[in-house]
């Protein structure tokens, strides 16, 4: 059988074809919505999972051997909202999507078009166009179908990091509280809301030149371009243990929305209000909460503090300047905040 499968629909596009060859060598062309399926599937994933072989006792929230992966009690299913959410120590965290995508040695990302097929096929859900309509087709003309842009991909890389989360308070969030508690920042954390711009992701990918080299814990936090558009992810990856990671670059930005909307962007931990804290880096700005009770927002890096973009609202500014010793914090800290 030969199956092609693309992406379509408008930007971020959720509507994915998949064209089989009939018997009779004209094509029938089966579109799923993503959305659609996935609130078809809500509060179904048990037995979604059983279809595929997942043993039933082992989605009963505690810990067990992964489906995916293996072990003896690495994984999780704790089914968040119905809608299939897991957390394996090993082969990371996601949605039913993501878990299905595993199972089928699919990439989460690259064949979701592929896994949405999928799981309509389980749960019975309809393609998005009358296959009756294509029943009588002519070879269909082969036009290419269009291919995401790099930023559509940008952006659908995003969700899934993000949904595939913990909040801090979240008990699969363990390694960002210890590595906050290691910095006297415990009581911060407790403070922090739960759906708030930070939260733990429990495996995380570490690129290199391109190639995936592990996967490791990361605090992440959402990044948000001066109209509060949020437009990237800040990765902090950390060890199980809650220590930086042994790698060469434990903090990363990730892909942002567009290139260019990261420059004068910052994580706002906490809601300004007429006047406002500015740091470089997440961990300080809590350390400044913590001392000051200040709205506080960090700007990442030193370039990011003499870039950073604030609302004309903000009347007030206290710069908590980074003391390097070669002086970059330092100037950074001087740079005059760009307001619109
Ligand atoms: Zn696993």
């Known amino acids: 059988m030969d199956e092609r499968k693309s992406p379509a629909g408008g930007p971020g596009g959720r509507t994915w074809i998949r064209e089989k060859c009939t018997s009779s060598g004209g094509r029938a062309q089966e ?69 299905v995508a595993r199972l089928l040695h699919l990439d989460s990302t690259r064949d979701f078009s592929e896994v949405v097929a999928r799981v309509a096929e389980l749960v019975g859900a309809q393609p998005e166009a009358d296959p009756r309509n294509q029943a009588m087709a002519r070879p269909a003309p082969t036009r290419p179908a269009p291919q995401p842009t790099d930023d559509q991909r940008a952006r659908e890389r995003l969700r899934i990091v993000w949904g595939e989360s913990f909040s801090l308070a979240d008990p699969g969030a363990e390694p960002a509280r210890r590595y906050l508690e290691a910095r006297g920042l415990g009581a911060i954390v407790v403070a922090l809301p739960g759906t708030g711009v930070v939260r733990c992701h ?17 605090l992440v936090a959402v990044v948000q371009d001066v109209t509060g558009r949020a437009v990237s992810l800040h990765r902090t990856y950390l060890s199980g243990e809650g220590r930086k ?71 007030e500014i206290f710069i908590w300047c980074d003391m390097d010793a070669n002086g970059v914090g330092q100037q950074a800290a001087m740079t005059k905040i760009r307001k619109p």
């Open 31 to 99: 579109r799923f919505d993503a959305d659609r399926v996935r609130a078809a599937a809500q509060n179904r994933w048990r037995s979604i999972l059983a279809e595929m072989g997942v043993n039933p006792s082992s989605l009963d929230g505690r810990h067990h051997p992964c489906p995916a992966c293996g072990g003896t009690d690495r994984f999780r299913f704790d089914d968040r909202e119905g809608y299939g959410s897991f957390i394996c120590s090993q082969c990371g965290a996601g949605d039913g999507f993501s878990l």
């Open 202 to 218: 429990p495996a995380l990918p570490y690129f290199e030149d391109g190639r995936e080299i592990g996967r490791f814990p990361a």
């Open 245 to 315: 990671a042994d790698l060469p670059s434990v903090k990363k930005l990730m892909p942002s929305i567009r290139p260019g909307v990261v420059k004068g962007a910052s994580i706002r931990l906490y809601p300004a209000t007429n006047f406002l804290g500015v740091c470089e880096g997440i961990e300080t700005a809590l350390a400044v909460r913590a001392a000051t009770g200040q709205p506080v927002w960090a700007a990442i890096t030193a370039s990011g503090m003499a870039a950073l973009a604030l609302p004309p609202t903000i009347r």
